[in-house]
Structures are given as C-alpha cells and as structure tokens.
C-alpha cells in the first residue's frame, strides 16, 4: 500500500534522509520509531505531500505522490503532531468544512456520523473546539483525517501531551482503526509501538536501521532467542535434557516451581527456533510441557542497543574515512 524508495532529503547542506527505503502492506499498524531528529516528520510531511523530496520515490496504492499528489493525498490521512483545528469552531461545523475541501462524494450527514461515532465525539459534536480537552481535541484531528475514508491514515506523535487515560483511549482507537486502514505512526513513546503496531521500522539520522515485526525486534540485536518454560518431570533429569538438546545454548532451572511443575530459563542458538524439537523431547519423555513464555529485551533496551550500535558503525566508518 505504501511504498518509499531510495528516498533522499537535503536543506542545504544538511541531510534528513539518507535514501531510505521500506514498504507497508495494506492492513498494517506500522511504528515508524526514532530519536528526535532522525528523519520522521520529515519522511511523513514528504509521503502526504507537505513536503518535496532531493531525490527517491514514495507511492500510495501504487501512485507516485510527486508525479500524481492530488490523487495520493485522496488515499491519506494525516494527523500531524499538532492538528490543525479551527478553534472557533464547532466539532460538527469543523468536520463538515474539511469534508467541503477534501471535495468528498460520500453521503455527508451519514459519513460524519459514522465518523464521530468511530472516534467518540457525537456527544461533543455542537460545543466550540476552543473548549474542549486536549484529548478530545486530538479526537477532532483524527476524525478529520478519516473524512473521505482514506485507506492509508498517518499519525505523527498522536499522543503527545495528553493525560495517561486519554494516552490508553487512542491508543485503543488506532488499534481498532488498524482493522479497516493501513496505519504509520510515528512516535517516539516505544511502550505505544509495543501496544498498538504490527512492525517496527527504526530511523536514526536519515537511516533506516531496523525493520522488523514487533514480536521480533529483539533480532535485529541477537537473533537468539530466550524462554521461560514450565515443564513437569524430576528438576535434575529435565535440567539435563535441556542442556543437551541440540540448538540450546543455554538452560538452567530459575529456582522457581508451581505445585509439580518447574520454570527453566533456556536460550537458544542464533537463528534457531528450539520451540519443535523441544516439545517432541518433552512428549517423547512423558514430560508435560505446562508453558512456555518468550523472554526479551524491552523495545526500549532494544531501540538503545540498536542506536548505540549505528552510532558505533558511523563512527567507525568516518574513521576509516580519514
């Protein structure tokens, strides 16, 4: 659905973007992460046309946005990090003007409400924007970028400022939103990504330096895996079963139990996945296997680590430049 190529941004003689590439599907929540400054807004005001690019190429639903930008920007919307509402206005007044620019051949009064149900406005629907809450206000800006039913929606830090239950209640509207869209948010609150989407591309200074599904974002640092796992059968057998299981790197029994079973901390090989050969072990020894648990890094850990490490290979690279 989204399609961005070699794509390159300079002003003056700073670059954004340093020819970064990465594709969403159609149906995709895609958390498009980076420190400050790295290139997102930059790569969102580019792809919804706020902004011209040095050189690459950015399509939606397969339409070039440079060569055809009306017809791209139909198939998006966009919540920049700060709405652009219309404070004297009422939310009702406000939605039915963008629903007049946007040029939309929808049925208006059913299209409107059917969008301020969706965000859960119609009970604010009459009162002036100026009044309402921060929350609520973000609200009005994502159900503006709804107006005409794009199938691409692009949120750029949606929930900076707002309070903890009103961070959960957009959270909650960008997953269900997830089910009809194909959905880029670009934030830099990690546990958001972590909650809401379905991969993670990271970004640090106009580089994409990882791309991968949320579950296994941990790779892109260790492409080992770690498990808790509860296993019923004598602690000392099944600890010595574990260790020889061919791809385990690690095992060791945690110390902890629940009634017959016990929990073991078992590492895997890179690029092994032990989860098959590890069940048959189990039944093949009358070995109940009661749970198994992944054990990661917090996308936090992993977004520091991956950070630190490009920052190290840049520094190497300009070294040996010299």
């Not at 970004?203 to 791309?211: L, Q, S, Y």
């Not at 996945?273 to 069940?279: A, N, Q």
């Amino acid at each position: 659905m989204i399609e961005i190529e070699n794509l390159m941004k300079s002003y003056g003689g700073k670059t954004a973007l340093e020819g970064i590439s990465f594709k969403v599907d159609k149906g995709e929540i895609v958390g498009f992460l980076g420190p400050n400054g790295a290139g997102k807004s930059t790569t969102m005001n580019i792809l919804t046309g706020y902004l011209s690019a040095t050189s690459g190429s950015a399509k939606v639903g397969g339409i070039d946005v440079f060569e055809h930008p009306d017809e791209a920007k139909k198939l998006i919307g966009f919540l920049p990090e700060q709405p652009p509402l219309y404070q004297e206005m009422k939310v009702g007044e406000y939605l039915g003007f963008i629903y007049d620019i946007k040029r939309c051949k929808l049925s208006k009064k059913k299209h409107l409400s059917e969008i301020m149900q969706i965000t859960k406005i119609s009970e604010v629907k009459d009162r002036l924007i100026s009044n309402l809450s921060k929350g609520y206000k973000q609200r009005v800006g994502i159900a503006a970028a709804l107006v005409g039913a794009p199938p691409v929606i692009v949120f750029d830090e949606p929930t900076v400022g707002l309070d903890p239950k009103q961070i959960i209640e957009i959270r909650n509207l960008i997953r269900n939103l997830g089910r009809d869209h194909t959905v880029i948010l670009s934030t830099h609150i990690l546990s958001e990504v972590q909650s809401v989407c379905d991969r993670v591309v990271i970004i640090n200074e106009g580089r994409i330096i990882a791309d991968e599904k949320t579950e296994n974002i941990t790779l892109a640092v260790d492409d080992s895996r770690e498990y808790n796992v509860k296993i019923c059968g004598p602690q000392r057998e099944v600890s010595a079963a574990l260790k020889k299981l061919s791809g385990v790197r690690f095992a060791e029994y945690t110390g902890e139990r629940e009634t017959d079973s016990y929990i073991y901390r078992i590492t895997s090989e890179k690029g092994v996945d032990i989860r098959k050969s590890l069940f048959y072990m189990l039944a093949e020894n009358g070995w109940p296997l009661i749970g198994i648990e992944s054990v990661g890094m917090s996308l936090e850990e992993v977004f520091v680590r991956i950070t630190d490490l490009d920052l190290k290979k840049r520094n190497s690279q300009r070294r040996a430049a010299r």
